[in-house]
């Protein structure tokens, strides 16, 4: 492309300086056409020269910058920007199945209050099944099974008050879940050993840190720790520990 660029420039100089040279031959003496003339030629030698120049220049570093191959466009691959990899987030796993286990009911801590409690972005992530504490084991896993039958996607296991004592017995009964989540768990039917590697726990209510459950709670915290997963301490009511827990571990929105 430069060498067809440097032809159609040395044609076009050639006529340029051929007019002028009419231009001056014809002026008879008339300085102004003669002045012209001689513009019209010293313009055309100097881009003729630019010309031919860079081209030699061009060549010289490396003839290749004075080729022009066919260009190839290049397709890019589909990707789905929705897909599960996308919702990563801080509970260390992907958008799936959550099994969400409220307190009592009659404390008004039951499946309802953690239907209230959980942001519109995580029930816009996940497929959520509700419970209550006081549920049937197998009922629970039947609806967390059928979920993922439909989807294919994780299980994500979340206890809130006595719900934490539901994740234990759960957890107990060889009910296959990818992460658990933890939030003023009550710890009766705790076991060591128990928890997966992937869990996350808030507490620090004044439920939590009745002296009562505090030697229980620090054997819970060191397992999680012992075993990668994250422990948050936090100073709330027991009732706000859910909403701190999914606005801290899920979308990070508050430091501790």
């Not at 290749?64 to 260009?71: H, T």
């Not at 009745?210 to 075993?227: A, G, T, V």
């Amino acid at each position: 492309m430069y060498r067809y660029a440097v032809i159609v420039t040395t044609i076009l100089a050639t006529i340029v300086i051929i007019f002028a040279g009419v231009l001056w031959i014809t002026s008879a003496g008339n300085t102004e056409q003669i002045g012209r003339a001689k513009k019209m030629i010293g313009r055309s030698i100097t881009g003729l020269l630019l010309a031919v120049g860079s081209y030699t220049i061009l060549w010289t570093i490396n003839p290749q910058l004075v080729e022009f191959g066919s260009l190839k466009i290049l397709r890019v691959a589909n990707v789905n920007i929705a897909s599960d990899e996308s919702q990563i987030n801080q509970f260390g796993s992907t958008a799936g199945i959550l099994v969400v286990i409220g307190g009592k009911p009659s404390s008004d801590f039951g499946k309802k209050f953690m239907e209230n409690n959980i942001p519109a972005e995580i029930k816009n992530s996940y497929t959520i099944v509700y419970a209550n504490w006081e549920d049937s084991i197998n009922d629970i896993k039947a609806q967390a099974e059928e979920a993922k039958k439909q989807t294919g996607n994780k299980i994500y296991l979340i206890g809130f008050s006595k719900g934490g004592e539901t994740v234990f017995n759960l957890l107990k009964s060889n009910f296959q879940v990818d992460a658990v989540g933890l939030i003023d768990p009550s710890h009766y039917h705790w076991r060591e050993g128990i928890l997966p590697k992937n869990t996350t726990m808030i507490w620090g209510s004044p439920f939590s840190t009745n002296s009562e459950f505090k030697e229980e709670y620090e054997k819970i915290i060191k397992e999680i720790e012992e075993n990668g997963g994250r422990v948050e301490k936090i100073v709330t009511s027991h009732a706000g520990a859910v909403k701190l827990y999914f606005d801290v571990i899920f979308l990070g929105k508050k430091n501790i």
